[in-house]
């Protein structure tokens, strides 16, 4: 490894540009002298010389520039601090080799100046050490700052930088439609589990009310509303019917049942102990309900075209396994499809076999409509127009539904195409038609009119160039046809003229051979 000539120190405080003037080598780093010797900093100052030190202008400045160098790229405030401190080489003969912390900023700094090479901390322990001690001594090899100062910067750009991280709009976060799916489907499990439990215990007492009571909350309502069947009269109907939406009829039949069941007498401490569970499975119940129209109305707010496409709880698991609304946006049509069967995948390409034609999408209406034959298909449409609503709601400031419709009647449409041979509307139809009606809606949506505006200069521009190039290949194709067929008549001709040169010579050949013959027989 070459000797590193200097060390590039990003601070909390600005950028610093150190020259080695002494280093140990990689093996000497082991040895406890060289540990001693950067830890004290009377000896590491003799091994390294600040050459340059320029701070932030302000906190923003800071902010703006550590934010740049977390994505990998090279701020115009340290372009310039290299350009007038690192010595001038072209890279040819000889080059200057520079420490970096950062691998990816080691790669930008690399492409900009021909003349340096970086290596970076994570790969070669000698910049690491030395950047080490750089950070240990710091406020001593900086010049012009004061105790605490590096300190205090810290805290602060740290705060800065993880605000500007975390910081997002309140009406327009996924954050909360991943916990809510999540919280949703739990909820789910923990009803199904009380509710069987509820079901089974309460069933040795009023098995017969199974069969009149279907839905799991309303069976524990019931519970706690019935308690013991013997208590139950004529008079209890109207109560019964307060719990059953206002359904006298399921509630005369409840008591009908109740008087003629085949169940078994209950004590009163197991009674209690059945309906304390049931009223926790219907708390859960309406809490999920509560939780399930806030999770509709935030969809409604953040991803609408995809609430539209695919339904609340779909649309919201795909954001859930993505990770949000942005990575899912990232994501090609192709990924999005198999979203969620990911083990499938793998082992698909680990076996050789038939890789899955969906994931999540599935659970998506479209799925089960559709035939056998053509669920692959239209799998991978839905794909595509989930993808395309995804990019919609992530990067409009003023997301619409209308995208949406549009794109969920194509699927209908899709459907009948499959299924009767219907011609769907095309994509240019489509999105032309969402335009006009989000332009007739009053401008839900910030929309740029000379984009949409198909009559522009750029587009006819582009549409003449575009003929111009057709009718220049039309040309050139006609010419090479006229060349062919010439081509083939003159093979034709000359064919025949070797035809008939063939038939004319045993002709010529003939008086020949009579000449021979008679000469043959005068000789005899």
């Given at each position: 490894m070459a000797n590193v000539n200097y060390l590039l120190f990003e601070s909390a405080v600005g950028f610093s540009l150190f020259e080695v003037v002494h280093q140990a080598d990689t093996v000497g780093l082991e040895l406890p002298e060289v540990k001693d010797a950067m830890k004290d900093f009377d000896k590491f100052g003799k091994m390294v010389k600040l050459r340059s030190f320029n701070p932030w202008n302000s906190a923003a400045h800071g902010l703006e520039a550590i934010n740049l160098i977390s994505e990998g790229i090279m701020p115009d405030h340290l372009k310039n601090t290299l350009e007038l401190n690192l010595p001038q080489?072209?890279?040819?003969?000889?080059?200057?080799?520079?420490?970096?912390?950062?691998?990816?900023?080691?790669?930008?700094?690399?492409?900009?100046?021909?003349?340096?090479?970086?290596?970076?901390?994570?790969?070669s322990e000698v910049v690491a050490a030395l950047l080490r001690g750089i950070r240990t001594h710091a406020s001593k090899l900086l010049k012009g700052l004061q105790d605490g100062d590096i300190n205090r910067a810290q805290l602060g750009l740290g705060h800065a930088y993880s605000r500007a991280k975390v910081k997002f709009s309140v009406h327009k976060n996924d954050n909360h439609i991943i916990q809510g799916i999540a919280t949703l489907d739990a909820l789910d499990k923990g009803i199904n589990s009380g509710a069987?439990?509820?079901?089974?215990?309460?069933g040795w007492h009023f098995p017969e009310l199974i069969r009149i009571v279907s839905d799991n909350g309303t069976y524990a309502k019931v519970v706690i509303a019935v308690g013991n069947k013997k208590s139950l009269s004529d008079e209890s109907i109207d109560d019964l019917a307060n719990v059953l939406n206002q359904d006298e009829d399921k509630a005369k039949a409840i008591i009908q049942a109740a008087k003629v069941s085949m169940g078994q007498d209950i004590s009163d401490m197991d009674l209690n102990m059945v309906k304390d569970l049931a009223d926790n499975v219907s708390k859960?119940?309406?809490?999920?309900?509560?939780?399930?129209?806030?999770?509709?109305?935030?969809?409604?707010?953040?991803?609408?075209?995809?609430?539209?496409i695919l339904g609340t709880p779909v649309a919201a698991r795909l954001i859930s396994h993505a990770g949000s609304l942005t990575n899912l946006a990232k994501y090609p049509a192709s990924t999005l499809q198999i979203l969620g069967a990911e083990?499938?995948?793998?082992?698909?390409?680990?076996?050789?076999?038939a890789t899955p034609k969906y994931g999540l999408l599935y659970q998506s209406t479209f799925i089960g409509r559709a035939g056998p034959k053509v669920k692959g298909r239209i799998s991978r449409y839905l794909a595509n127009k989930c993808s395309i609503a995804s990019r919609i709601d992530n990067f409009s400031e003023n997301p619409?539904?209308?995208?949406?419709?549009?794109?969920?009647?194509?699927?209908?449409?899709?459907?009948?195409?499959?299924?009767?041979?219907?011609?769907?509307?095309?994509?240019?139809?489509?999105?032309?038609?969402?335009?006009?009606?989000?332009?007739?809606?009053?401008?839900?949506?910030?929309?740029?009119?000379?984009?949409?505006?198909?009559?522009?200069?750029?587009?006819?521009?582009?549409?003449?160039?575009k003929k111009d190039k057709k009718d220049k290949k039309e040309k050139k194709e006609k010419k090479k046809d006229k060349e062919e067929k010439k081509d083939k008549k003159d093979k034709k001709r000359k064919a025949t003229s070797e035809d008939v040169e063939m038939v004319d010579a045993p002709d010529a050949a003939e008086p020949e051979k009579k000449k021979k013959k008679k000469s043959k027989s005068k000789s005899e």
């Amino acid at each position: 490894m070459a000797n590193v000539n200097y060390l590039l120190f990003e601070s909390a405080v600005g950028f610093s540009l150190f020259e080695v003037v002494h280093q140990a080598d990689t093996v000497g780093l082991e040895l406890p002298e060289v540990k001693d010797a950067m830890k004290d900093f009377d000896k590491f100052g003799k091994m390294v010389k600040l050459r340059s030190f320029n701070p932030w202008n302000s906190a923003a400045h800071g902010l703006e520039a550590i934010n740049l160098i977390s994505e990998g790229i090279m701020p115009d405030h340290l372009k310039n601090t290299l350009e007038l401190n690192l010595p001038q080489t072209s890279g040819k003969k000889s080059k200057i080799v520079l420490g970096v912390v950062d691998k990816r900023l080691a790669g930008e700094i690399s492409g900009t100046f021909p003349g340096v090479q970086c290596e970076a901390a994570d790969t070669s322990e000698v910049v690491a050490a030395l950047l080490r001690g750089i950070r240990t001594h710091a406020s001593k090899l900086l010049k012009g700052l004061q105790d605490g100062d590096i300190n205090r910067a810290q805290l602060g750009l740290g705060h800065a930088y993880s605000r500007a991280k975390v910081k997002f709009s309140v009406h327009k976060n996924d954050n909360h439609i991943i916990q809510g799916i999540a919280t949703l489907d739990a909820l789910d499990k923990g009803i199904n589990s009380g509710a069987m439990r509820v079901r089974e215990w309460y069933g040795w007492h009023f098995p017969e009310l199974i069969r009149i009571v279907s839905d799991n909350g309303t069976y524990a309502k019931v519970v706690i509303a019935v308690g013991n069947k013997k208590s139950l009269s004529d008079e209890s109907i109207d109560d019964l019917a307060n719990v059953l939406n206002q359904d006298e009829d399921k509630a005369k039949a409840i008591i009908q049942a109740a008087k003629v069941s085949m169940g078994q007498d209950i004590s009163d401490m197991d009674l209690n102990m059945v309906k304390d569970l049931a009223d926790n499975v219907s708390k859960m119940a309406d809490f999920r309900r509560i939780l399930a129209e806030s999770l509709d109305k935030k969809m409604g707010e953040v991803a609408p075209n995809l609430q539209v496409i695919l339904g609340t709880p779909v649309a919201a698991r795909l954001i859930s396994h993505a990770g949000s609304l942005t990575n899912l946006a990232k994501y090609p049509a192709s990924t999005l499809q198999i979203l969620g069967a990911e083990k499938a995948l793998f082992r698909a390409l680990k076996t050789k076999g038939a890789t899955p034609k969906y994931g999540l999408l599935y659970q998506s209406t479209f799925i089960g409509r559709a035939g056998p034959k053509v669920k692959g298909r239209i799998s991978r449409y839905l794909a595509n127009k989930c993808s395309i609503a995804s990019r919609i709601d992530n990067f409009s400031e003023n997301p619409t539904r209308r995208f949406g419709e549009v794109m969920r009647e194509q699927l209908e449409q899709r459907l009948e195409w499959y299924a009767k041979g219907i011609k769907p509307m095309k994509n240019t139809e489509a999105m032309d038609k969402a335009i006009k009606l989000v332009m007739d809606d009053e401008g839900d949506m910030d929309i740029d009119t000379e984009m949409v505006d198909s009559k522009t200069a750029d587009h006819v521009a582009a549409e003449s160039s575009k003929k111009d190039k057709k009718d220049k290949k039309e040309k050139k194709e006609k010419k090479k046809d006229k060349e062919e067929k010439k081509d083939k008549k003159d093979k034709k001709r000359k064919a025949t003229s070797e035809d008939v040169e063939m038939v004319d010579a045993p002709d010529a050949a003939e008086p020949e051979k009579k000449k021979k013959k008679k000469s043959k027989s005068k000789s005899e």
